[in-house]
């Protein structure tokens, strides 16, 4: 399961998560986003219970985006314990986006 992040519940649902959070930062008009998009909605259902999927629309939610300095998209970062731990900007197979998740797992 993917949740919908925004500027106003992010804090709650990402910052003060005791789950690994996934973070993918997209826009409607970005291409390499929509391929992205996907990966992460089947992240969010493989890892359900163990990991959080969350997807913030940039242009909607312009908070966030400047608080972690996003420039480029998709960015995919990965929060755990309310700090970034690691982060992927552009689009990458899924292996790749796996392969930093599984490292932070407990």
């Known amino acids: 399961m993917t949740v ?4 106003s519940n992010f804090e709650e649902l990402v910052l003060k998560s005791d789950k690994l959070v996934i973070v993918d930062l997209w826009a409607e008009w970005c291409g ?3 391929m992205v998009g996907p990966i992460v909605n ?6 359900e219970g163990k990991v959080v999927a969350g997807k913030l629309d940039v242009d909607s939610n312009p908070n966030v985006t400047a608080q972690y300095g ?4 998709p960015t995919i970062l ?3 314990n ?8 552009g689009a990458v197979p899924k292996s790749v986006l796996v392969g930093k998740l599984e490292k932070h797992l407990d």
């Open 70 to 73: 996003v420039r480029n998209i």
């Open 82 to 89: 309310g700090e970034i731990v690691d982060k992927q900007v």
């Open 78 to 80: 990965f929060f755990k």
């Open 32 to 34: 390499p986003c929509r």
């Open 42 to 47: 089947e992240i969010g259902d493989e890892y």
């Open 4 to 7: 919908e992040l925004t500027d």
